[in-house]
């Protein structure tokens, strides 16, 4: 380090250290939290000492230069918000005591983080959860949960849509299934019905739970097409609790959960056929936006496959 970047350096610890024993002493913030304080204005002068700009004489362009370093070393919009607002609070401080005239970092944000993607099992990973079967488990529960998988995964109903369907359809229904015509009847956001098609392996499901369930358990005031054993609807949170249970007997190492399913439901149609529109339609979106997400995990699906196939993918 230059003899101009040690003099910098130094007087940025001081004024770092004044600070931090501020929010030790008159704030009275835990300890741990001044201590990620202090990592954020040891970087903050670290910054500085690089530029050879003294802490008091930062402008709003260096703070954007680093926020822009720090993006492109890979930090995370969230990562870089919270350090920001360590030294915004730093600055605050110092026009308090009257050392700068303004905030440099006043105007200045994040990066905007990116979306995260819907999570969806692989191809496989589904076969793999809905081909499972289960010898030790009860047949009544087997039958049950395999039908849920099967619906949830061959429909794309959300867990919301699935609990509320019925046995027949009726005047209350909320939703049901059509065993002849292989169709689900179902009632989505914003009470709009939609009809969904069901696969042969999902009705084959349905039927050996149909034929399992005890047609006579709650008849009188139940009609919920999957119950507990007191014949009682199944609650949503029971539904995430059998299915993430299930998943671990599958032998699948991620956690899975009936929207993951629904995720997977949309993005293995659309690896196949592309059509958004329909896969629009099947979902319920009310909006295209909502759906082309999952073209962003078919791309990925494409990405994986180009780079383990084509023999130019991989630098030999």
């Given amino acids: 380090m230059s003899s101009a970047a040690h003099e910098v350096a130094s007087v940025g610890a001081h004024l770092t ?77 110092l026009g308090r005591q009257g050392l700068v005239a303004s905030n440099p970092v006043q105007d200045v944000r994040a990066p905007k983080a990116g979306k995260p993607l819907p999570k969806a099992l692989s191809v496989d990973q589904a076969v793999q959860l809905a ?19 099967e619906l949830l995964y061959g429909a794309g109903l959300r867990v919301g849509e699935l609990t509320g369907l019925d046995v027949l359809a009726g005047a209350g229904a909320r939703g049901w299934i059509d065993l002849q015509a292989a169709e689900a009847h179902v009632l989505g956001k914003g009470a709009k019905r939609r009809t969904v098609p069901v696969g042969a392996k999902a009705l084959a499901a349905l039927q050996h739970w149909l034929a399992l369930r005890d047609p006579t358990v709650g008849q009188a005031e139940q009609r919920a097409l999957f119950i507990g ?42 690896q196949s056929s592309s059509d958004l529109r329909g896969v629009q339609e099947l979902l319920g979106h009310a909006s295209i936006t909502t759906t082309q997400v999952y073209t962003r995990l078919d791309f990925q699906h494409l990405a994986k496959a180009y780079d383990a196939a084509h023999p130019r993918a991989k630098i030999k």
């Avoid at 600070?19 to 990592?39: G, I, M, N, P």
């Avoid at 040891?42 to 954007?64: E, F």
């Avoid at 539904?239 to 993951?260: K, S």
């Fill in 17 to 93: 250290e004044a600070y931090l024993e501020h929010v030790r002493v008159e704030k009275r913030l835990a300890a741990r939290t001044v201590e990620l304080y202090s990592l954020d204005l040891q970087k903050l002068t670290d910054y500085a000492a690089q530029a050879k700009v003294d802490l008091l004489a930062v402008q709003n362009s260096h703070i954007r230069r680093w926020v822009a370093q720090m993006h492109g070393a890979g930090r995370s919009g969230r990562g870089i918000a919270l350090i920001l607002s360590g030294w915004r609070g730093f600055y605050t401080w």
């Fill in 131 to 149: 081909s499972f079967q289960s010898d030790s488990l009860d047949p009544w529960l087997e039958a049950r949960d395999a039908a849920i998988v």
């Fill in 229 to 270: 054993r007191n014949g009682t609807r199944l609650s949503a949170q029971s539904i995430w609790q059998r299915l993430r249970r299930r998943g671990l007997q599958a032998g699948l190492a991620t956690p899975v959960h009936p929207h993951m399913l629904r995720h997977s439901f949309a993005s293995h149609l659309l």
